[in-house]
């Protein structure tokens, strides 16, 4: 079993940056891809972005490309989120997801274990 918490939500003012962090522990390893996921109120669960367990493969969704930069150290159990230019329409419950596979992919069902969530609110 892997257990996962995020960590860094909160209120931002648009154009504003956030970061999210998330730990694994349990049976958690090095092989594990990584992604995180958003949902956004009154939507369902999207992905936003997923690194894959070596840090050579990445999947952005669009509408974060070039604003949003997941990562995770070699050999490290905490996934990050840096997120810049931070629109109104990126407030949602951020959750970060583990996949036995070394790379989930964008679908939710690539993934094995969640997070419980963490609220992100951009507004002024």
């Known amino acids: 079993q892997v257990l996962l918490v995020e960590s860094g939500g909160g209120l931002v003012q648009p154009g504003g940056s956030l970061r999210l962090s998330c730990v694994a522990s349990?049976?958690?390893?090095?092989?594990?891809?990584m992604g995180w996921f958003r949902q956004r109120p009154g939507k369902e669960r999207e992905v936003v972005a997923a690194?894959?367990?070596?840090?050579?493969?990445?999947y952005y969704t669009d509408s974060v490309k070039g604003r949003f930069t997941i990562s995770r150290r070699d050999n490290s159990n905490i996934l990050h989120l840096q997120m810049t230019s931070l629109k109104p329409e990126d407030t949602a419950v951020y959750y970060c997801?583990?996949?036995?596979?070394?790379?989930?992919?964008?679908?939710?069902?690539?993934?094995?274990?969640w997070g419980q969530g963490t609220q992100v609110t951009v507004s002024s």
């Open positions: 349990g049976s958690f390893d090095d092989n594990y891809g």
């Open positions: 997801a583990a996949s036995k596979a070394r790379f989930g992919g964008r679908y939710e069902v690539g993934y094995d274990y």
């Open positions: 690194l894959g367990s070596t840090g050579q493969t990445t």
